[in-house]
């Protein structure tokens, strides 16, 4: 096995909440995410899978897995308070899977769904943020009919404004306006048919062994529906640095990061505050979690780190990360300055310490 395999089995797997209102196209999307996943494993959750294409499901290599649930598949139909014993299942390493999306019904509270799997003490799974789906034809129907909405859009952490297709362009676009105003800190981004790119939902996987030598999967045969539709609207900044970040200054830089900054992702070099360490640093929305790791052998000493985010100043976040650097022997971080991130490391027994604390911001 490789080290990156390995590593990544070790890796919290990200649990996605999906909701949106009943037709909004959150079925469709969970379709497009598991025909377009190209070898990232995708276990689903669903209240009722009846719509999910199982064919797609096989095509994405979810069928046949290890893992034993009652249908035998790891898509299943759950009650809330069955949550716990599917990310059991769903978790354990045999089956490999690198995140998981449970679909709200259309009729549940997204942020119960959201408390249940912040307070698990499932030690395997880290929360991957609220995606929320909007038709944009029904948007004001819905809103007029459902005031519900206003809130549930407004602990999102991603909302998709789908059907773009069956509105005119002015009218998606007051729509997307509407919703970008009511759901304060999330991204917005406009698909047809649940298209949006899997990026924004979670990491791909890194190749495993033994696969993509020679044979070309299915998956690869598809349409590239990714490339048909490449990055709509978002952009990715990169970053990397050989001198170690400060951890106070890189607190600060988190703490006030952008509305458009949705997805930070990536590792950090704290240098002699942990030199032990890099920390795998990961952020959906509005949540925050560091894992800190020892340095593998003989890797090199750096911080590497991606920024995906709506409407971003690239130059102005480089800017801010170059300044988190430290310059020199006359910058030494004070003795607590790893506390501020220390609270975003999950405790070993207790996988959420501040589970509490996010679910109250929701
Ligand atoms: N024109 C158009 N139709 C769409 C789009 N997305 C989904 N649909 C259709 O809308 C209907 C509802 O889509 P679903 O994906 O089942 O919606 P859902 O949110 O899962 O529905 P519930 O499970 O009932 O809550 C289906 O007939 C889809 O084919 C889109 O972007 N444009």
């Known amino acids: 096995m490789s080290s990156e395999c390995s590593e990544s089995s070790a890796r919290p797997i990200p649990v996605v909440v999906l909701a949106g209102f009943l037709g909004s196209g959150k079925t469709t999307l969970l379709n497009h995410l598991l025909r377009s996943a ?35 598949c790891l898509c299943c139909a759950v009650d809330a308070s069955e949550l716990d014993d599917y990310l059991e299942a769903l978790t354990r390493p045999s089956a490999g899977l690198d995140v998981i999306v449970i679909e709200a019904s259309g009729l549940a509270e997204p942020q119960e769904l959201v408390r249940m799997v912040l307070s698990s003490d499932n030690a395997r799974i880290v929360y991957g943020g609220l995606v929320q789906v909007v038709d944009a034809a029904e948007y004001d129907a819905t809103r007029a009919r459902h005031p519900e909405t206003d809130r549930h859009l407004a602990v999102a952490d991603l909302v998709v404004v789908n059907k773009a297709d069956r509105v005119p362009a002015a009218e998606l676009g007051r729509v997307h306006e509407s919703v ?29 062994d033994g696969a993509g030598e020679g044979q070309l999967s299915f998956d690869d045969l598809r349409e590239d529906e990714h490339a048909a539709h490449p990055h709509a609207g978002y952009d990715t900044v990169s970053f ?18 952008s509305e458009g900054l949705y997805r930070i992702k990536g590792f950090v070099d704290f240098g002699a505050a942990d030199p032990a360490n890099r920390y795998a640093v990961h952020t959906v929305g509005r949540f925050l979690r560091f894992y800190p790791e020892p340095w593998p052998a003989g890797e090199e000493r750096r911080t590497g780190l991606v920024l995906i985010g709506f409407g971003m100043d690239a130059e102005g976040l480089r800017t801010a990360l170059d300044g988190c650097r430290v310059t020199g ?25 501040a589970a509490s604390e996010a679910a109250d911001a929701i």
């Open 38 to 72: 190209r070898g990232t494993r995708i276990g689903v959750m669903v209240n009722d899978f009846g719509a999910i294409e199982i064919d797609a499901m096989t095509v994405a290599g979810q069928v046949g897995s290890t893992v034993s649930l009652g249908n035998g």
């Open 240 to 257: 990397a640095a050989d001198l170690p970040l400060h951890p106070r200054r890189l607190m600060d830089f988190l703490d006030g990061r």
């Open 329 to 353: 022997p006359d910058d030494t971080p004070e003795e607590h300055s790893m506390w501020g991130v220390l609270r975003y490391v999950p405790d070993k027994g207790d996988p959420e310490p």
């Open 180 to 208: 970008a105003a009511l759901a304060e800190r999330a991204a917005v981004v406009d698909a047809a048919y649940g298209r949006v790119d899997p990026e924004l939902l979670f990491e791909r996987a890194a190749p495993r």
